[in-house]
């Protein structure tokens, strides 16, 4: 009787030691691949975050893309409007932006950290609203046009010194600006832009493609240094400060919640029909017109892509040079970076992401292994400032694994006094 006793425990035992094993010996300090389980950043591998998505059922912590391929890292030399750039939608209305102009601040918000962490991770383009304010030019939300102190941001210098920052650290990156232009300060832009040390990289309008050619290739535009694009929505600033007009260069669907409504891409009213041919980039709007940060990972998951396939149907079969979103890190995986790894894949080599292509090869020889997450991501260094980080589910997933790991100890100590 004493035997048998002896030998349920001993299977007991060999139970609790491998539910343990099993326990512990998840992934973890930086092992995590995407979508494995996570309690904290710090388990999810380079270019990886750890985030959930309640709107999609998944409610404990996994890992998720937070940083882009660079694709002129794997495909380099050719024509700057054959790559897909991602873009901040109002990069500068940022979640726990500091209070510079107010007590409070009474708007919404379309993204989650700085616009360094946001070039980092692999945005190359900035969209950003810019008005006078206080004798100065800020970026801001507005009522009619009209910028107050309760939807203020922060003087557009700061942003614009941040761009500086990293296009003087990166001398091979090019960064695209595009202005919703409030700003009535005669040359206010010119001064600003000039201020902030932008102005030697800037690519003269006078050399833009107006007619729909091709742009010079991403090499010969960083050996020349002409590295920010600039576009106003100010048709008089070309002429008055040499700033690009954007509607001019670029194609536009709606912004907005006709963006993302399904199956139906149309024009922005400023803008050419996205078939023109008199324009040589196209720039797809995907955010709703009220941003909700807790939706963002839902709109950019499988949404985000059938709306790519439909936009790009409706502008001829062209995909789209820039893809403009909310809370970019957000989704329930890949998101906007997976979306953008097929978008370049298919028009930089023919492949089913960028991360197939091989430099030099024929268009449509792909390697045959695909990767599982980022292979090269931005910039190791990115990081996210903001708050996609779920920290109260990461919490009680440590709480519960301490609860295993000390509870195992209790029950194997009273196991061997019992046995004694």
Known sequence: MKKSLHEDVYVIVLFVSATFF??????????????ESCSAATDCATGLYCGNCPQLGKNQPFCIRGQANIPTAIINGLPFNKYIWLVTHNAFSIVDAPLLSGPQRITFYNQEDSVTNQLR????????????????????HSFRGQCY????????????????????????????????????TPKGLTKLFT?????????????????????????????????????????????????????????ENEPGDPGVQQGSCSNRKESKSLTSKAASLFLQNYFPTMPVQAEACKENS????????????????????????????RSDGG??????????????CGCASVTSCQ?????????NNEVRNSTSPADPSGGFSGSVQV??????????????IYGFQFFFILLVFYLK
Request: proline residues 4%; glycine residues 6%; hydrophobic residues 40%.
């Open 22 to 35: 099993l326990t512990t010996s998840a992934c973890s300090n930086g092992d995590c691949q995407m979508l």
């Open 121 to 140: 991770n692999g945005v190359r383009g900035l969209m950003l609203d810019m008005y006078d304010f206080e004798d100065d030019i800020w970026l801001c």
């Open 149 to 184: 102190n309760i939807t203020t941001f922060q003087p557009a210098i700061n942003t614009l010194r941040e761009v500086e920052t990293f296009l003087s650290s990166n001398p091979t990156e090019i960064v695209t600006i595009i202005i919703e232009d409030y700003v009535h």
């Open 195 to 251: 201020d902030a040390g932008l102005e030697k990289y800037w690519f003269p309008v006078s050399k833009m493609p107006k007619k729909g050619e091709d742009w010079p290739t991403v090499t010969t535009m960083a050996q020349d240094n002409y590295r920010l694009l600039v576009f106003t929505s100010d048709s008089s600033k070309e002429a008055t400060e040499g700033i690009a007009y954007q509607w001019r260069y670029m194609v």
């Open 302 to 329: 499988t949404p985000l892509m059938d709306m790519v396939a439909t936009c790009y149907k409706a502008a001829g079969n062209v995909m789209p040079n820039f893809l403009a979103v909310n809370f970019y890190m």
């Open 335 to 348: 998101g906007v970076f997976d979306a953008l790894d097929r978008m370049n894949g298919q028009t930089l």
């Open 359 to 367: 430099p030099g090869a024929a268009f449509g020889a792909c390697r």
């Open 391 to 404: 920290t109260g589910s990461a919490s009680r997933i440590n709480l519960t694994s301490l609860f295993i």
